[in-house]
């Protein structure tokens, strides 16, 4: 069994930080991936950023503004949100791609998602 816990996301003021975290643990054998997406009122889910390998992918929305990171000891994801818009309003979920030890082939896993709300 795989749990993949969030940070409380919270409300912030145009222009501000926030800092979300994602602690994976359970019976994994190997983390290839992890990222986190956001889902907006009406819209549909979106990859926000990833890191994979060590190599980060950012959505074209957030790019300058939004840095993933990773602990790999504690199999922990970080994504630093900086000069934060009302856009960027959404319930963001973990995400990590990983091999159980149990399984031969990698599967998908989420969290279970915290709202970040931007407004003054």
């Known amino acids: 069994q795989v749990h993949l816990v969030e940070s409380a996301g919270g409300l912030v003021q145009p222009g501000g930080s926030l800092r979300l975290s994602c602690a994976a643990s359970?019976?994994?054998?190997?983390?290839?991936?992890m990222g986190w997406y956001r889902q907006a009122p009406g819209k549909q889910r979106e990859l926000v950023a990833t890191i994979r390998g060590g190599s980060t992918h950012y959505a074209d929305s957030v790019k300058g503004r939004f840095t993933i990171s990773r602990d790999y000891v504690t199999n922990t994801v970080y994504l630093q949100m900086d000069s934060l818009k009302p856009e960027d309003t959404a319930v963001y979920y973990c995400?990590?791609?990983?091999?159980?030890?149990?399984?031969?082939?990698?599967?998908?896993?989420w969290g279970q998602g915290t709202q970040v709300t931007v407004s003054s």
């Open positions: 359970g019976s994994i054998f190997r983390i290839n991936a």
């Open positions: 995400n990590a791609v990983l091999v159980t030890n149990w399984d031969v082939s990698e599967r998908a896993y």
